[in-house]
């Protein structure tokens, strides 16, 4: 078993900790913030992924977690694993601040041999640099590993123990199998390269997969003025093994911690070396169109929404997680509210405080049921599994008019029909249909209000 080290305790950091303790390695993380230390200590994470609690609680009370807040005088690891963040800077360009401030830190603590394995997302290049600097801090035996990550939020732990792949790049052959053994009872393809083309695979991976949703949704909007189903299409082009079925949900596009950053990182560093990266920029720009097509359905249905009250029915990203980093969900609640609306925000696992920090002038509702009364337009934004049970019926009395607009193509449409709303949704006109009825009476003898998805639980 080997003596790991994790910096950087957010998503990517906090899983390796947990998985590489499961896997019975000695792990000590190290994070700057102190807050997400004193949480590790309790076993707790500082996010939410399903799974991952459990991982740290015995990983901490076997004594194979360590959690520090600041730098021993040596790092006791063959292996550092640099988890930190590289968010966006001006044009796209990733901030490489908390990467050049880890390396000054840890370099004089490294043990001699030491690995520095890299899994944070960085533009191609900075492996070298990582090298560079460390080598400059006096460190001469140290070598460098690109090792990028390719969890996705909410079956993080699942997609680290079982990886598609394995990404292993170095200049060091040597450093590169000692990294490749670390995975070797994954049984997973491990594909050994140098540092920048590894560094590039990240970035190619994560572009192509916000191509293939932008390219559905794309498709999505011609289906609209052509009549045809545009999850048919996808059924139909996903038997096709060339194409694949996975990533081709039509909705209101993607967001997250990691597509916006990194397309919008692929294409400065592309632009500033002189190539002409078209392609990210349409599929950026596709994603963008995306939300005001949908803001657009809602004016058109509603004859404006100047004075309306809308509820949207999500705030994460996506569903089984609590980020709303660059949620689409967000993005097209304050467009309606912008348009004039009166946009209420519900989800049922992200805080009212957290929204708020990004969105201060959204209102965000911890009870759909108080916030239904009146209302003239649902908007499924993430497809939570407790919206797709929704009593459709019960919500449908307490509204002004019940158009409900499916953001994501996750309803029973004949059901949210037959609940008496006027239904709209990506790139299935077929499923639309019916002008919209306003509703005349609220009926709450029912019992609505009772159920707990209705209701947040933060
Ligand atoms: C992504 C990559 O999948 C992962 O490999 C990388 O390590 C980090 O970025 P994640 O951000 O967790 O993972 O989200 P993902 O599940 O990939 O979804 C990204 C966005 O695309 C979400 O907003 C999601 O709603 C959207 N999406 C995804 C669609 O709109 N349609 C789809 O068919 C698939």
């Not at 900790?17 to 076993?43: N, Y």
């Not at 932008?214 to 045809?228: K, L, Q």
């Not at 545009?230 to 139909?236: I, K, M, S």
Request: proline share 5%; hydrophobic share 45%.
């Amino acid at each position: 078993m080997a003596e790991i080290a994790v910096i950087g305790c957010g998503h990517v950091g906090l899983v390796a900790v947990g998985c590489f303790a499961a896997l019975g390695h000695q792990v000590t993380a190290v994070d700057v913030d102190t807050r997400r230390i004193e949480l590790l200590r309790r076993g707790v994470p500082a996010i939410y992924e399903p799974g991952l609690e459990d991982l740290l609680r015995d990983g901490v009370e076997s004594g194979r977690i360590e959690a520090r807040d600041r730098y021993p005088a040596e790092l006791d690891a063959d292996f550092v694993f640099l988890a930190v963040g590289t968010p966006s800077s001006t044009g796209g360009a990733s901030d490489l601040r908390a990467v050049r401030d880890a390396i000054s830190a840890l370099a004089p603590t490294l043990r001699p041999n030491a690995v520095i394995v890299n899994k944070s997302t960085v533009p191609i290049g900075t492996g070298n640099m990582i090298a560079e600097t460390a080598l400059s801090a006096g460190d001469t035996s140290v070598s460098v590993v690109s090792n990028p990550e390719f969890l996705q939020e909410g079956t993080a732990v699942d997609n680290f123990m079982n990886p598609d792949r394995v990404i292993v790049g170095s200049d060091d052959p040597d450093a590169a199998e000692r990294v490749a053994q670390l995975y070797e009872d994954f049984g997973a393809p491990i594909l050994r390269t140098d540092i920048r083309t590894a560094e590039m695979i990240k970035y190619a991976s994560n572009a192509f997969l916000a191509t293939k949703v932008s390219f559905i949704n794309e498709m999505a909007s011609i289906c609209d003025v052509v009549n045809a189903d545009v999850t048919e299409v996808a059924r139909g082009m996903g038997l096709d093994d060339r194409i694949g079925s996975k990533f081709l949900r039509a909705g209101i596009g993607w967001g997250g911690s990691c597509f916006p950053k990194d397309v919008a990182s692929l294409e400065h560093t592309a632009s500033m070396s002189g190539a002409h990266p078209q392609l990210l920029r349409d599929v950026v720009e596709i994603n963008k169109e995306q939300r005001r097509r949908i803001v657009h359905k809602i004016q058109t249905a509603l004859g404006g929404v100047e004075g309306r009250r809308i509820v949207v029915l999500g705030a994460a990203f996506k569903p089984n997680t609590d980020d709303i980093r660059e949620s689409p969900a967000l993005e097209v609640s304050d467009l309606l509210r912008l348009a004039g609306a009166e946009v209420l925000v519900f989800d049922p696992h992200v805080s009212a405080e957290k929204i708020r920090v990004e969105f201060p002038r959204l209102t965000v509702t911890p009870d759909l049921i108080d916030a239904i009364e009146g209302t003239d337009a649902l908007v499924l934004a993430t497809e939570w599994p407790a919206f797709i049970d929704l009593p459709l019926a019960e919500l449908a009395l307490g509204m002004r008019t019940a158009l409900f607009i499916d953001g994501r193509n996750a309803m029973d449409a004949r059901a949210v029909r037959e609940a008496g709303f006027t239904y709209r949704c990506i790139g299935r006109p077929g499923l639309e249909g019916g002008p919209l009825e306003p509703v005349t009476h609220i009926d709450r003898s029912n019992g609505v209000g009772s159920d707990h998805a209705l209701a947040s639980n933060r």
